[in-house]
């Protein structure tokens, strides 16, 4: 059974880059067909997919965080991570890493997820 976790800063200063890392056990990032995203909620708000990485290493990003979002991975230490840049409050969220079939996973009803780290943007 696959289980992810997600680690780093729980505090980040504007303009700064938040940067996260998911670590994944019980199955491997290169396993094919899997996508592996990181997603946000805002407290009172829906989740929202910000872009993942295939099993072969292909990238893909929400339009409206684009400019700002990379995702990459390690395959030797089975880990994908994000970067987020030039961060404000508004970015202010859980993030969650996970792994479906699909690209686009927005819904903690599918795939597999990790348990969330809260992150706070404030100087």
């Known amino acids: 059974q696959v289980q992810l976790q997600e680690s780093g800063p729980g505090l980040v200063k504007p303009s700064q880059t938040l940067s996260l890392t998911c670590t994944v056990s019980g199955g491997s990032i290169t396993t094919s067909h899997f996508y592996w995203s990181w997603i946000r909620q805002v407290t009172g708000k829906g989740l929202e997919w910000m872009g993942a990485?295939?099993?072969?290493?292909?990238?893909y990003y929400d339009p409206s965080l684009k400019s700002r979002t990379s995702i990459s991975r390690d395959t030797s230490k089975n880990q994908f991570t994000l970067q987020l840049s030039s961060v404000t409050p508004e970015d202010t969220a859980v993030y969650y890493c996970?792994?479906?079939?699909?690209?686009?996973?927005?819904?903690?009803?599918?795939?597999?997820w990790g348990q969330g780290t809260r992150v706070t943007v404030s100087s």
């Open positions: 990485i295939s099993s072969t290493g292909n990238t």
């Open positions: 996970a792994r479906d079939r699909v690209v686009r996973i927005d819904s903690f009803t599918r795939g597999a």
